[in-house]
């Protein structure tokens, strides 16, 4: 059974650093792209950004150009690298492999998250 652990999260002030971790097991990790999605209170789970096996990425728009995802084979990790970080980031952070098309995660259950919140 696939498991996903997440980590790295933290309190942090606007415009400050933090690297997420995701560890996933259970499965075979260079077959399938992966992605970094978050959840703030009362609204739905969206998608960050992800990255195919062929190394290329993609941002949603809200995190373009400050937040960097990337992986590591040999490790079976994905990381989000997120800079000069917003009040409008602070989520529970979670990793998953995007569907085609929709993006949405394939694996169940989704780990338990990590949490990041930006405040001054």
């Known amino acids: 059974q696939v498991q996903l652990v997440e980590s790295g999260g933290g309190l942090v002030q606007p415009g400050e650093s933090l690297k997420l971790s995701c560890v996933a097991s259970?499965?075979?990790?260079?077959?399938?792209?992966w992605a970094w999605y978050r959840q703030a209170p009362g609204k739905s789970r969206e998608y960050v950004a992800h990255?195919?096996?062929?190394?290329?990425?993609n941002y949603a728009d809200s995190v373009k150009g400050r937040f960097t995802i990337s992986i590591d084979n040999a490790k079976n990790m994905v990381y989000l690298h997120m800079n000069n970080l917003r009040p409008e980031d602070s989520a529970v952070y979670y990793c998953n492999a995007p569907r085609v098309g929709s993006r949405e995660g394939v694996f169940r259950p989704w780990g338990q998250g990590t949490q990041v919140t930006v405040s001054s």
């Open positions: 990255v195919t096996t062929g190394g290329s990425t």
């Open positions: 259970g499965i075979i990790f260079t077959a399938y792209s």
